[in-house]
């Protein structure tokens, strides 16, 4: 069974930085990947990033393109997403989640870390 959890959210003026991380367990192999996921109130669930564990690929929705980077430590079963530059529109609940690679669904998720940013 597949298991997350997030950690590192946390109270930050705009312009600041978080970051986030996400102890991954349970694979059989590398071929899946880990993505985060942001939901603000009142909103639907986003996908923020997500990174390819056997080849590093990654993806950024647009609007924090620039401003965070996710990274992963193979060795540690760790993902991160580091935070820049943050803004309110940017507070949410974040979620870490994982797949298969050809996978279409996340399919595994962790319970979710709180980062609000004050202006």
């Known amino acids: 069974e597949v298991q997350l959890v997030e950690s590192g959210g946390g109270l930050v003026q705009a312009g600041g930085s978080l970051r986030l991380s996400c102890v991954a367990s349970g694979f059989t192999n590398d071929d899946y990947a880990i993505g985060w996921f942001r939901q603000a109130p009142g909103k639907e669930r986003e996908k923020v990033s997500c990174?390819?564990?056997?080849?590093?690929?990654?993806y950024y929705e647009d609007s924090v393109k620039g401003r965070f980077t996710i990274s992963s430590d193979n060795a540690k079963n760790m993902v991160y997403l580091e935070m820049n530059s943050l803004k309110p529109e940017d507070t949410a609940v974040y979620y870490c989640t994982a797949k298969p690679r050809i996978s279409i669904r996340w399919t595994s998720w962790g319970q979710g870390t709180q980062v609000t940013v004050s202006s």
């Open positions: 990174i390819s564990i056997s080849d590093g690929s990654t």
